[in-house]
T-cell receptor, first 113, second 113 residues
Framework: SQQGEEDPQALSIQEGENATMNCSYK?????LQWYRQNSGRGLVHLIL?????REKHSGRLRVTLDTSKKSSSLLITASRAADTASYFC?????????????FGRGTQLTVWP | NAGVTQTPKFQVLKTGQSMTLQCAQD?????MSWYRQDPGMGLRLIHY???????DQGEVPNGYNVSRSTTEDFPLRLLSAAPSQTSVYFC????????????FGPGTRLTVT
C-alpha cells in the first residue's frame, strides 16, 4: 500500500514565486525522500531527510520533517519554468525490507513564465 | 557509468502474448525494483530484489515474474499480457550507502491491446 500522500495534487504558480508541497505518512520511518519526474522521464532523487533531522537544504530546495505529525514539506524557492514537473515523496518505513520505498501519488507543479 | 538502462522504450503487445522487459545497472547496487506507474496512482511496486538470487513480491505482483541471476540484471517477465498491464514500467536500483536513494531507468511504455 502507498505510504505517502502528497498535497496538493496540483499546484500552479508564476515564475519567481515559492512552491510548497506537503507529504503525510502513516507509520514510523527511517528516512523520507523527495523525487522529481519530468514528463515522460524516470524519477530523479532530490533530497533525503533522516528521521532524526528536522530540516535540510539543497540549493533552492528546503525540506522539513515533523515526525510527531508524520509530515514533510518540500519548498522550492524562486521557482522557474524548468521546475515544472511531478514531485513525489517516498518513505523508508521502519521495520520494512531494507531498501523498499513507499511512494505517494505525487504533486503536479506547473510554473508559468 | 550508464546508470540504469531499460529496454525497450516502447512496446505494443496483443492480449495473451508474453515478453520480457530488460533492466540493467552498472553501479553494483544490491537492491533493484520494478514499479508500474498509472495515471493518478503514483508508483506501485511489482517485485524487488535485495541481491543476486533473492527476489520478493511487492504490492502488485500478479501476472509478472522476475529473476536476479547477476547483480547487474533484473528482467521483468509478463507471462500472458492483459490490457490491465498497459502502463509505464520503471526499474530502479539503490544501495545502503546512500540511504537507499533510488536511481531510476527511463521507463518502458507498454500497451496491451
Amino acid at each position: 500500500s502507498q505510504q505517502g500522500e502528497e498535497d496538493p495534487q496540483a499546484l500552479s504558480i508564476q515564475e519567481g514565486e515559492n512552491a510548497t508541497m506537503n507529504c503525510s505518512y502513516k507509520t514510523s520511518i527511517n528516512n523520507l525522500q523527495w523525487y522529481r519526474q519530468n514528463s515522460g522521464r524516470g524519477l530523479v532523487h532530490l533530497i533525503l531527510i533522516r528521521s532524526n533531522e528536522r530540516e535540510k537544504h539543497s540549493g533552492r530546495l528546503r525540506v522539513t520533517l515533523d515526525t510527531s505529525k508524520k509530515s514533510s514539506s518540500l519548498l522550492i524557492t524562486a521557482s522557474r519554468a524548468a521546475d515544472t514537473a511531478s514531485y513525489f515523496c517516498a518513505t523508508d518505513r521502519r521495520g520494512s525490507t531494507l531498501g523498499r520505498l513507499y511512494f505517494g501519488r505525487g504533486t503536479q507543479l506547473t510554473v508559468w513564465p | 557509468n550508464a546508470g540504469v538502462t531499460q529496454t525497450p522504450k516502447f512496446q505494443v503487445l496483443k492480449t495473451g502474448q508474453s515478453m520480457t522487459l530488460q533492466c540493467a545497472q552498472d553501479m553494483n547496487h544490491e537492491y533493484m525494483s520494478w514499479y508500474r506507474q498509472d495515471p493518478g496512482m503514483g508508483l506501485r511496486l511489482i517485485h524487488y530484489s535485495v541481491g543476486a538470487g533473492i527476489t520478493d513480491q511487492g504490492e502488485v505482483p500478479n501476472g509478472y515474474n522476475v529473476s536476479r541471476s547477476t547483480t547487474e540484471d533484473f528482467p521483468l517477465r509478463l507471462l500472458s499480457a492483459a490490457p490491465s498491464q498497459t502502463s509505464v514500467y520503471f526499474c530502479a536500483s539503490s544501495y545502503a550507502g546512500r540511504g537507499y536513494e533510488q536511481y531510476f531507468g527511463p521507463g518502458t511504455r507498454l500497451t496491451v491491446t
